[in-house]
Every structure is written in C-alpha cells, then in structure tokens.
C-alpha cells in the first residue's frame, strides 16, 4: 500500500465516522470507499513509493539485482534491474541519488511499470521521473501509458551531476485504471549497463485556455509538468519528434534539443512561479499556433532572461510571429534579470505561428567573438544556464 492508498483510507474513515451516527454498516463503508476513491482521481505528486525509498527484502537481492518481479513496494519489474543505494561505486563513478537514499537501475530490456487507478478518459497527464547515464554509450527510455509511447534519448547530460528529470505527457484514452512503464530497450555486452531512475511522479494538466487578455495559451508557464521539489535542474521537456502530447499545455518543443522548464525555487523568476529555459547553443525553440485576424495588428510582448546561475555574456533570442521576427539581444549578468521586449506585428492569416529560440552563437559573424561565444557554451554547457522566457501575451 503506497502514501496515496492511505490517504484513500483516511478520507474514507473520516466520511464513516461523520455517518456514524445514522446507519454506517460495513456495506455503506464500501461504498463512501469507492466515492472517494474516484472523486479522488490521480494525485499530482510522487507515484506510491515513486523515489523507491522502499526497497525489495533483502533475500530477494543478490548483491544489488532484484530478484523476482513485485520485489519493490508498489512497482512491478523485468529484465535486469537493481537496486542501487546512494554512494555505490561503479568503477570509479561514484552513484549519486537525487532524492532520498535509494534509485533503481534499469539493464539490458529492464522496465518497472505501476498501475495508477482514477484516470479519467480524455484527461492529459504528464509523467516526471528522474534519470542518469551511468555507461558510455547512448541510452534510451521508452516510456509508455495508455497505449502511447515514446523513446526518450539520454545522449546530453545537462545537468552537473548527471542527473535530469524528463517529462512525457499523454491523453488517457479511457476511464480507470492507467499503466505507466518505463523501459530500457537496449541491449549491451553488459547485462547491468543502463540508467538510473529515481523520483517518478505524476501530474493532471488543465487544458490551456485563452482569455480575453491574452491570444497565448499558458503564456505565462504556469500550467506544465510536475517538478521534483529539491531538484536544481527543472524538468526537459522534450522536442515533439518524440512527443505527441506536449507536458507544456499549448506548447510544441520545435527544435531537436529539448527545453528546460523551470521553477522559481531554484532559479530566477521575474513573475509567477515557472519559466521556460532555452539550451543556447543548441538551437532550442517552443512554438504555438495562435487565432489572428488577417490583416489586424497584434503586439507580441514578452520577457527574457537569464536564470540566475552565474551565466555570463551575450545571450539573444529570436522570436517570431508568422513572417514578422526580432532579435532581442540580452546582457547577462548571470544575477537573475530580465527584459521586456515586444514584437508588433500584422497577421497574415487566420492562424500565426508563434516561434521563440535561442540564437546565441549563430547570428556571430566575428571570429573573435565566435569563439569567445563557444568557449562560454563549452564551461557552461553542463550548468545549463540560459535565457528563459515568461509571461507572453499577444
Ligand atoms: C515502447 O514500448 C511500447 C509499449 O510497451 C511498445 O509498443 C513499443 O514498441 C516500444 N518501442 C520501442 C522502440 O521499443
């Protein structure tokens, strides 16, 4: 039974003990329990035992490998998983576990699946979990949910302890009870290579709605996936090529290289509480189609900047509204500012393309600042500093 089933129950003994006093049988006990349950849905949060806290026995481990497939509280496993404490060495890579004491590795064709009850048909849910490379070669996820998959590639680490946490979203395709997987589909010489996860958790989107105000769905960020509180490096969200259903509700990840989505805990945000941070560099963009009338001017306003963690220079981002676009050059001081920036515009057609990205080297002709520009990237590539936008309205 995870945290959630005994929040079930406590909510169920709460109702019974209210009825007490009229007619509350065994038989109407039952039946509060199911209301409650499914009033309750799917909680945003941790999944049951979501940050493996609670281990298999220890007769069902041989050295760190799980023996049998319900060894874990609350998951189901197969193929060749571990079950890895904080500061296990690897060679002479040293293990480290993001949240808690405990993280599972998954091997060769390993996965770990959870059945979450209380889905409701058509609803949008984004599943977090964190992960590390822990061989040399390129590692993949294939992470699926109602029948939906998709294959999350772990090539780029950008975090500075290896450690990211990804997002994947999909529309449950019908009522009740959903499975979430996780699997590593590789195949290596060594049956134990393959990534880490800790700290799986879930979270319902609100679909994305435009106001009177503003044309920009989730303009402001605020609607996305569930972020690991503690965690420094946000969650990516990864390009649509892998992603039908994108974790950032009215937003496309347009580019190759996934987005950050950040949270004003661990870095600056000017309003609100969520941000998006584009990897300069690597050309990272997010898009949405907005309604225009053809013909009819719009201005485009926005906020860049940097978030906070010491990223010196010369950032810039271009944005776009259908053909109309503009560059907006940003002096980091690597402190947390921001600048406002507003692109006017005259739609061209019923529908605009709304387009930002990072342009931070590529708009260089400059030799000499060219490099300056790359050498900044290369030190700073594993801290994955950056512009980040907020708050767009049209
Ligand atoms: C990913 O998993 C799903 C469901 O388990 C499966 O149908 C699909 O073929 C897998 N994709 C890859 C590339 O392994």
């Known amino acids: 039974m995870g945290p959630r089933a005994e929040l079930r129950c406590d909510c169920c003994l709460d109702r019974s003990k209210m009825g007490r006093s009229s007619m509350a049988g065994p038989a109407m006990l039952l039946l509060l329990c ?15 035992n979501g940050n493996f806290e609670r281990g298999p026995a220890p007769s069902q481990l041989r050295g760190t490998r799980v023996l049998g497939s319900s ?23 040293l293990l480290v576990v993001p949240e808690g004491a405990h993280a599972v590795r998954l091997g060769n064709e390993a996965s770990i699946r959870q059945r979450l009850r209380g889905a409701a048909r058509g609803a949008r849910y984004s599943l977090t979990f964190s992960a590390a490379r822990t061989c040399a070669q390129a590692e993949q996820l294939n992470v699926s949910a109602s029948g939906q998959s998709g294959l999350l590639a772990m090539q780029t680490m950008y975090s500075s302890n290896g450690w990211d946490s990804y997002a994947r979203a999909w529309v449950a395709d019908a009522a009740g009870e959903v499975e979430v997987v996780i699997h590593n ?15 799986v958790a879930i979270k319902t989107l609100n679909p994305p709605r435009r106001t009177n105000r ?3 769905k989730n303009g402001d960020f605020e609607e996305g996936p569930y972020i690991i509180p503690g965690t420094k490096w946000g969650v990516l969200i990864p ?14 990840v347009e580019s190759l290289k996934a987005v950050r989505y950040v949270d004003g805990g661990s870095a600056a945000v000017p309003r609100g509480r969520r941000a998006v941070e ?5 050309e990272s963009a997010v898009a949405q189609v907005i309604r225009t009338v053809p013909g009819r001017r719009y201005a485009l306003s926005f906020t860049v900047g940097d978030a ?18 503009a560059r907006v050059a ?10 406002r920036a507003v692109l006017p515009f005259r739609a061209a057609s019923a529908r605009t393309l709304l387009v930002f990205f990072s342009s931070f080297y590529s708009t260089r002709s400059d030799d000499m600042r060219f490099s300056y520009a790359s050498n900044l990237y290369n030190s700073l590539k594993n801290e994955s500093v950056y512009i980040f936008f907020w708050k767009f309205a049209v």
């Open 308 to 325: 906070g963690n010491a990223c010196r220079g010369q950032l810039a981002v271009e944005a776009h509204a259908g053909r109309e676009s």
């Open 239 to 252: 390009s649509r090529v892998v992603d039908d259903h994108s974790p950032l509700p009215g937003w496309m």
């Open 278 to 282: 584009l990897l300069a560099g690597t």
């Open 71 to 93: 060894a874990i509280p609350s998951w189901r496993t197969s193929g060749f998983v571990q079950y890895i404490p904080s500061g296990k060495k690897q060679g002479d890579m």
């Open 214 to 216: 503003n044309l920009v």
């Open 330 to 339: 940003y002096e980091s001081a690597g402190s947390g500012g921001a600048r």
């Open 185 to 199: 589909p590789g195949v290596t010489e060594d049956p134990a290579c393959g990534p880490l996860i800790d700290s």
């Open 34 to 48: 199911t209301v409650c349950r499914l009033a309750l849905g799917i909680t945003d949060g941790l999944l049951p």
